[in-house]
């Protein structure tokens, strides 16, 4: 495999988890705005997002080792499950 194909099957592999990620942020970030939070974000978005893309490839990444192949939607599932959890924490939801 060439430095080309690994460095193109990487991205392809994270490529689900950025997409959540963002979408996890901006959207949290627009219900805030939309239900009037009082409270300031401890961190800025871009901050979140890279918290929550770490922890969605470290998601898929388990995913991977435990099927053995990647793209099932076990994974998907737990990105999706994971990613919210972690933005929930972020934002101390336990708190509001």
């Known amino acids: 495999m060439t430095a080309l194909n690994l460095t193109n099957q990487l ?3 994270m490529a689900p988890a950025a997409v959540v990620a963002l979408l996890v942020v901006l959207l949290s970030w627009v219900f805030s705005q ?3 939070s ?5 961190l800025s978005l871009w901050v979140q997002a890279a918290i929550v ?4 490839v470290a ?3 388990a995913g ?3 099927f053995g192949r990647d793209g099932k939607m076990a994974s998907y599932a737990l ?3 994971g990613a919210a959890t972690c ?3 972020l934002l101390r939801g336990w708190k509001r």
């Not at 009082?38 to 401890?42: K, M, Y």
């Not at 893309?53 to 969605?56: A, I």
């Open 11 to 13: 991205l392809n592999f």
């Open 34 to 36: 939309f239900f009037r």
């Open 38 to 42: 009082n409270r300031p974000l401890a």
């Open 53 to 56: 893309f770490v922890v969605s």
């Open 59 to 61: 998601l898929l990444l």
């Open 64 to 66: 991977l080792v435990y």
């Open 79 to 81: 990105l999706a499950l």
């Open 87 to 89: 933005q929930w924490v």
